[in-house]
Nanobody
């Protein structure tokens, strides 16, 4: 059974930093790309960042490029999102995602709130 559990969210002032974690189980982590998404109140869920299975390739949404860094530890089956220079518009619930057999699996999300 695929399980994704996000943690590390919280309340931070503008310009601050947070590191999100997504602990996984139930699938072969090292063989799968992983992604982070976010959903702000009243908005559609949007893609934030992705990382290849080996961690050698990463991609970012323009809105977070240069501020966020996605990484992974295949030994710990965990993916991370380091968020620096946070802005109020980064306020959202953050989710990690994996796709298995054409089905998307999501965690429960972790709330990030950035105060101005």
């Amino acid at each position: 059974q695929v399980q994704l559990v996000e943690s590390g969210g919280g309340l931070v002032q503008s310009g601050g930093s947070l590191r999100l974690s997504c602990a996984t189980s139930g699938f072969v982590f090292r063989r799968n790309a992983m992604s982070w998404y976010r959903q702000a109140p009243g908005k559609e869920r949007e893609w934030v960042a992705a990382i290849s299975s080996a961690g050698t390739n990463t991609n970012y949404a323009d809105s977070v490029k240069g501020r966020f860094t996605i990484s992974r530890d295949n030994a710990k089956t965990t993916v991370y999102l380091q968020m620096n220079s946070l802005k109020p518009e980064d306020t959202a619930v953050y989710y990690c995602k994996v796709t298995q057999w054409n089905h998307d699996y999501w965690g429960q999300g972790t709330q990030v709130t950035v105060s101005s």
